[in-house]
């Protein structure tokens, strides 16, 4: 043993005592989440925060809180497989306020839409709107059978974009040596125009 040195007296006190044991939800306040005015039910549920102490408000870690909550719940309604999510913007009292964050579909959802022997074309697209928000939409289709089809897959060979074509009739029979000034074409001439409406689109198959 060196001099000067107690064993007694060692640093981390007495071998093998116990430390305090502190409840930490003790520290914590609970807050209600509320949802926006567009949903007829507003009360979605509670969250934890730890109790303002300091420089540390409770405020600060509550905003940019996300919930997910099921549009059944939402609506009092029984179709259950869209999901919203909703951030909290802003506190007063104790109560979180949130606004729309996004929406999803359930996986089960999902999953009954994705069939075989077809194939699946995705597309999405940013959008902002007149109050300054931006969104970010998303497209899901598949191919369908026709009526009189034998094969049993149904593939696309090639996707592209589908746009309806912008023309004048009248150009366009200038185009091919038929314009509007050197008179009516009589005879073969003329083509057949498509019967087709003009706001004619396919038939969706399925909506969500």
Request: aromatic share 8%; charged share 30%.
């Amino acid at each position: 043993m060196a001099v000067g040195k107690n064993k007694r007296l060692t640093k981390g006190g007495k071998k093998g005592a116990k430390k305090k044991v502190v409840d930490p939800f003790s520290k914590k306040d609970w807050y209600d989440v509320k949802a926006t005015a567009m949903f007829n039910v507003r009360n979605i549920g509670k969250t934890l925060v730890t109790r303002t102490q300091g420089t540390k408000i409770a405020s600060d870690g509550l905003k940019g809180r996300v919930f997910e909550v099921s549009l059944a719940d939402l609506q009092n309604d029984g179709v259950a497989f869209r999901k919203f999510k909703l951030i909290t913007e802003d506190v007063q009292g104790k109560n979180c306020l949130t606004n729309f964050h996004g929406m999803d579909l359930s996986r089960d959802k999902m999953c009954s839409m994705v069939k075989k022997w077809q194939t699946v074309i995705e597309a999405h697209v940013d959008v902002k709107t007149t109050d300054g928000y931006l969104l970010r939409l998303f497209c899901v289709g598949f191919t369908k059978k026709r009526n009189n089809q034998i094969r049993k897959p149904s593939y696309a060979q090639k996707v592209k974009m589908l746009k309806k074509p912008k023309f004048e009739l009248g150009k366009l029979m200038e185009l091919h040596g038929e314009g509007s000034s050197s008179g009516k074409a009589t005879g073969d001439e003329t083509g057949a125009k498509v019967e087709r409406a003009d706001g004619y689109e396919p038939r969706v198959q399925e909506s969500v």
